[in-house]
């Protein structure tokens, strides 16, 4: 098995999806606002976590696989791994499909870190109980932690009102019938398993399928199954989201529904070591970015991949660097990537469409759709604008609702042929494209 701290030498910043590693930035200032490695350059804050390497011998240098599973897109981490793939989908009572998303469908990157956090949104977004999404999110750590990237199949997990099952590559470091009932830590990916701890995603200490176990029998459920098939060298886990005959619901123990729960919190998966468990971002979307010490604004080096900003340089310094600042009071970018005007005016008839959204924090799906229709009915609008007008994160619009709303024919690319675009846009269907 590959070693999630192979350096891959050919490999440098320009295979890492910066919105990515942005996100994953502000997390971690978030979690650690007083860290010294806030104020480091992309590629020293990236050699800090994990995700860049070095070797001391040869004095080569480059992105390690860790790093390309959790900053990359699908297309490069498929060069090293091929049989790499994630899907997550959600069945119906007939059978029939709800949502599903792969890491192959080009509308977003494709990597884990993406994956875990639109995956977490809709645990939250369709399981009521926090207790219970909580250990689901806990399990899906665990599928992308412990999985074999280099075995074949890939990563699902397919959610249901009856069910959950996770499967992915890898088998159990111990025998099956042990694992409910032991507590030990054999991490398979401990570069990967560094860079969801140092977010508080997770903690090494080996319980996380005892509580599971526990927490479902406490519940009342029934009990979760593991099937290992040896051959194909996968292991699938089964939660039962129903109970076992003779039980009744508890008074503060609710069933699956669909009702809508976005209150996530930063939540704190368990990691279970021994067990092997198993649209939205541009590749010219090249941001690096540092933070100042109090935290007020986010310095970003626009390298010449980016959108909007000029080429690359020749000579010694390769890129163009030019910094921007954001905050909640004052939304400005350099000049070489300004907004559209409408933005800057609060009279604007796109201002005024985005103000229910912008008042209310929990506006309901459905109408968070209308209000983003109506705004691309006026005019196409980059990722960017769709997140100011709204006063949410671009993460947060683009997981949340435009890689659906794309995937279900709501809205279209301004660039359809060119997923990657660096003037891409969201539009309405029968809007004219200007080039």
Same mark, same amino acid.
């Given at each position: 098995?590959?070693?999630?701290?192979?350096?891959?030498?050919?490999?440098?910043?320009?295979?890492?999806?910066?919105?990515?590693?942005?996100?994953?930035?502000?997390?971690?200032?978030?979690?650690?606002?007083?860290?010294?490695? %806030?104020?480091?350059?992309?590629?020293?804050?990236?050699?800090?976590?994990?995700?860049?390497?070095?070797?001391?011998?040869?004095?080569?240098?480059?992105?390690?696989?860790?790093?390309?599973?959790?900053?990359?897109?699908?297309?490069?981490?498929?060069?090293?791994?091929?049989?790499?793939?994630?899907?997550?989908?959600?069945?119906?009572?007939?059978?029939? *499909? %709800?949502?599903?998303?792969?890491?192959?469908?080009?509308?977003?990157?494709?990597?884990?870190?993406?994956?875990?956090?639109?995956?977490?949104?809709?645990?939250?977004?369709?399981?009521?109980?926090?207790?219970?999404?909580?250990?689901?999110?806990?399990?899906?750590?665990?599928?992308?932690?412990?999985?074999?990237?280099?075995?074949?199949?890939?990563?699902?997990?397919?959610?249901?009102?009856?069910?959950?099952?996770?499967?992915?590559?890898?088998?159990?470091?111990?025998?099956?019938?042990?694992?409910?009932?032991?507590?030990?830590?054999?991490?398979?990916?401990?570069?990967?398993?560094?860079?969801?701890?140092?977010?508080?995603?997770?903690?090494?200490?080996?319980?996380g399928l005892t509580a599971l176990h526990d927490k479902w029998k406490s519940?009342?459920?029934?009990?979760?199954?593991?099937?290992?098939?040896?051959?194909?060298?996968?292991?699938?886990?089964?939660?039962?989201?129903?109970?076992?005959?003779?039980?009744?619901?508890?008074?503060?123990?609710?069933?699956?529904?669909?009702?809508?729960?976005?209150?996530?919190?930063?939540?704190?998966?368990?990691? @279970?070591?021994?067990?092997?468990?198993?649209?939205?971002?541009?590749?010219? %979307?090249?941001?690096?970015?540092?933070?100042?010490?109090?935290?007020?604004?986010?310095?970003?080096?626009?390298?010449?991949?980016?959108?909007g900003v000029s080429p690359v340089n020749t000579g010694d310094n390769p890129?163009?660097?030019? @910094?921007?600042?954001?905050?909640?009071?004052?939304?400005?970018y350099n000049k070489k990537d300004v907004l559209i005007s409408d933005l800057?005016?609060?009279?604007?008839?796109? *201002?005024?469409?985005?103000?229910?959204?912008?008042?209310?924090?929990?506006?309901?799906?459905?109408?968070?759709?209308?209000?983003?229709?109506?705004?691309?009915?006026?005019?196409?609008?980059?990722?960017?604008?769709?997140?100011?007008?709204?006063?949410?994160?671009?993460?947060?619009?683009?997981?949340?609702?435009?890689?659906?709303?794309?995937?279900?024919?709501?809205?279209?690319?301004?660039?359809?042929?060119?997923?990657?675009?660096?003037?891409?846009?969201?539009?309405?269907?029968?809007?004219?494209?200007?080039?």
């Amino acid at each position: 098995m590959i070693q999630d701290n192979l350096i891959l030498e050919h490999y440098g910043l320009n295979e890492l999806n910066f919105e990515t590693i942005k996100s994953y930035r502000d997390k971690f200032a978030a979690v650690k606002p007083d860290h010294p490695w %806030n104020v480091l350059e992309t590629k020293e804050f990236l050699y800090k976590i994990g995700a860049w390497g070095k070797a001391r011998d040869t004095h080569k240098e480059g992105v390690t696989l860790a790093g390309l599973l959790m900053f990359s897109e699908e297309r490069m981490i498929t060069e090293i791994l091929p049989q790499y793939f994630l899907e997550y989908r959600e069945s119906d009572a007939q059978g029939g *499909w %709800n949502e599903r998303f792969t890491s192959q469908d080009g509308t977003w990157s494709g990597n884990l870190y993406d994956f875990y956090f639109y995956v977490t949104e809709q645990v939250y977004k369709h399981q009521p109980n926090g207790e219970i999404a909580s250990s689901l999110v806990e399990v899906v750590t665990n599928m992308l932690l412990h999985a074999d990237y280099n075995g074949e199949g890939g990563l699902t997990f397919e959610y249901n009102q009856q069910s959950c099952v996770f499967s992915n590559p890898g088998l159990f470091r111990i025998p099956v019938d042990k694992v409910f009932i032991t507590k030990m830590s054999n991490l398979r990916n401990p570069h990967l398993f560094k860079l969801f701890r140092l977010l508080n995603l997770c903690e090494r200490s080996g319980s996380g399928l005892t509580a599971l176990h526990d927490k479902w029998k406490s519940y009342g459920y029934e009990l979760p199954t593991i099937d290992q098939d040896v051959y194909l060298k996968r292991t699938t886990l089964s939660l039962p989201m129903s109970f076992l005959e003779g039980q009744k619901e508890s008074g503060n123990q609710t069933t699956s529904t669909l009702s809508f729960n976005n209150n996530m919190g930063n939540k704190t998966g368990d990691v @279970e070591s021994t067990g092997e468990f198993v649209e939205k971002s541009s590749s010219y %979307n090249k941001i690096v970015n540092s933070f100042n010490k109090d935290n007020s604004h986010l310095l970003e080096e626009f390298k010449g991949e980016n959108i909007g900003v000029s080429p690359v340089n020749t000579g010694d310094n390769p890129y163009n660097k030019e @910094e921007w600042s954001y905050n909640k009071n004052n939304y400005s970018y350099n000049k070489k990537d300004v907004l559209i005007s409408d933005l800057e005016d609060e009279n604007s008839v796109l *201002w005024n469409l985005a103000e229910i959204a912008r008042r209310k924090k929990r506006l309901s799906p459905a109408k968070m759709e209308e209000v983003i229709v109506s705004l691309c009915a006026q005019q196409p609008l980059r990722l960017k604008d769709l997140a100011h007008l709204l006063d949410r994160t671009p993460d947060g619009v683009r997981n949340n609702y435009l890689s659906k709303m794309l995937r279900k024919g709501k809205l279209q690319l301004k660039y359809p042929e060119q997923p990657n675009h660096p003037k891409q846009a969201y539009l309405i269907e029968g809007y004219r494209r200007e080039e």
